[in-house]
């Protein structure tokens, strides 16, 4: 390897968003997290929700909350 190119490889604390705490390396000193494994549905086999950013209520406000029983009524309509 070349001299002065590549970043430091240094201890590395990494913070979930749970309070779980790790060390590992990395370039940068410190990562928060939002999930982790100790934390993530798939790891722990409860189901829970994450909502980052308010999605959800993003989604609710552009589609008005009701987006799929309104599609799900004019689909399942009478002839005429």
């Not at 370039?27 to 982790?36: A, D, G, H, N, V």
């Not at 409860?46 to 029983?69: C, H, I, L, M, P």
């Amino acid at each position: 390897m070349k001299k002065d190119i590549h970043p430091k490889y240094e201890k590395c604390v990494v913070t979930c968003g749970c309070g779980h705490t790790f060390q590992t390396r990395s370039t940068s000193p410190e990562l928060r997290l939002e999930i982790c494994s100790n934390c993530h549905p798939f790891f722990t086999g409860q189901q829970r929700f994450v909502d980052t950013a308010g999605r959800v209520e993003q989604f609710n406000r552009k589609y008005g909350g009701d987006y799929f029983s309104k599609r799900s009524e004019s689909k399942g309509g009478k002839k005429a």
